[in-house]
């Protein structure tokens, strides 16, 4: 028989949605991306991380940022580039439109980087909208004889578990992926039992601070 409820985990194809509500089984979405204003979702505020991930670099006296994120989902590209804005509006900070960077595996990654560090000016500082993307940054510019911290600082969103084995270790914000999971439960058996629930927004701001920032003092 059909199953009571389900809970899908990211982004989910519309024509999945449209058959469970054309059977009336309950959904709860956790991480999803997409327009989906009839189907509850536990969603983090990604535009808070990421104001929050780059004042932390603005506190260390970091002025001179870049932006790396994937593009591949809008609004979260959005979201994650309306914080960082925000954050650099509000310091009176502007930094060149080349330094806004858009890359979805490691060879485009390679390439952000290329480009980042080949011109006349360099940024101390790289706000990575998902920790992987750090990650991959990281390693390349390692090989190329770029310190980090002391060169080019690195934070990045998400806190996967690699972020504390890489090196430097990585500062991250958190997103409690576990908590997503038990407050998705918590509505699906809601729902179930007939009860109206609102969409959930998990905290987004808890900041993992490890090696990869460092302090400019002058």
């Known amino acids: 028989g059909d199953a009571d409820g389900m809970i899908f985990l990211l982004d989910v194809d519309k024509m999945v949605l449209d058959s469970l509500a054309e059977r009336n089984i309950p959904a709860v979405l956790i991480d999803f991306h997409g327009n989906t204003a009839d189907i509850p979702c536990v969603s983090a505020d990604y535009k808070r991380s990421a104001y929050v991930a780059t004042r932390y670099l603005i506190e260390h006296g970091h002025q001179n940022i870049a932006f790396l994120s994937q593009n591949m989902v809008p609004n979260f590209y959005n979201q994650v580039f309306t914080g960082f804005s925000q954050a650099l509006e509000q310091s009176d900070i502007m930094i ?21 560090i080949s011109g006349k000016r360099r940024p101390t500082a790289i706000f ?25 600082s690195f934070i990045g969103i998400d ?41 959930i927004i998990i905290q987004s701001d808890h900041i993992i601070a490890r090696n990869s920032v460092a302090t400019i003092t002058c």
């Open 96 to 116: 060149p439109l080349n330094w806004v960077c858009t890359a979805n595996d490691e060879e485009e990654v390679i390439t952000a980087m290329k480009n980042l």
């Open 128 to 152: 990575c909208s998902v920790d992987n993307l750090a990650i991959y940054a990281m390693a390349y510019l390692k090989k190329q004889g770029i310190r980090i911290p002391e060169d080019i």
């Open 159 to 199: 806190d996967i578990l690699i972020s504390k084995f890489v090196d430097p270790c990585l500062t991250s914000i958190r997103i409690d992926k576990r908590e997503m999971g038990v407050r998705a439960m918590e509505l699906i058996m809601k729902i179930i039992d007939g009860q109206q629930v609102e969409n």
